[in-house]
């Protein structure tokens, strides 16, 4: 597919017919480790969420309830990073931004991340509602790690809208 298209053919799904197979989620997530990150630290980290049990129970306990019909039928992916990693040096952080850059690098993870899975026939649902150390606790993430996402993936079960964007020049200022 053509990037561009690819980019007009992902949007966020809330509704799926069936979850991504395992071969297809492992080509996912090595598509997604190909994003750039800061000196190339790879910080980010994710928890691919299959079991049928696990995932019950991810949706029970972790997330809201307007959020838990958005996951039944998918597969279920946590990303994080390591704290003090990316955007540090000998332990210090190398500018004011400090941990922003992890979840800068794990902001540029997921976008890969749901591209590829758009790539390969399957949608996505990022997702910030949750609850984070309920599901902490449930993946056994550890606390060196801050939980940023959870995001569905699986095959479309409905059609998604195409929310309209805004004027590009609402959002950008050329100097």
């Given amino acids: 597919m053509d990037f561009k298209d690819l980019i007009q053919a992902r ?3 809330r509704g799926y ?8 989620l492992e080509n996912i997530l090595k598509n997604a480790q190909q994003a750039p990150s800061w000196a190339n630290q790879q910080a ?3 928890y691919a969420v299959e079991s049928p049990e696990k995932l019950e129970e991810l949706r029970k306990k972790g997330l809201p309830d307007f959020n838990q019909p958005r996951v039944e039928n998918a597969s279920v992916i946590v990303t994080t990073y390591v704290k ?18 992890g979840a800068y690098d794990l902001g540029l993870h997921d ?6 899975a758009r790539d390969a026939g399957y949608d996505t649902l990022i997702m ?3 609850d ?3 599901i902490r606790e ?12 959870v995001i569905a993936i699986g095959k479309r079960g409905q059609e998604p809208v195409n929310n309209p964007r805004k004027e590009l020049s609402e959002v950008v200022k050329f100097i």
């Avoid at 449930?138 to 996402?149: A, Q, R």
């Fill in 132 to 134: 984070a150390a309920v």
């Fill in 128 to 130: 910030g509602m949750r």
């Fill in 17 to 24: 017919a069936e979850p991504v197979s395992h071969e297809a």
């Fill in 138 to 149: 449930i993946l056994d993430i550890p606390d060196t790690e801050d939980i940023m996402s």
């Fill in 11 to 13: 949007r966020s799904v």
């Fill in 111 to 116: 976008a890969y991340l749901i591209l590829a």
């Fill in 44 to 46: 980010s980290r994710c």
């Fill in 84 to 101: 003090d990693m990316a955007g540090f040096h000998q332990g210090v952080p190398a500018n004011e931004i400090g941990n922003g850059w």
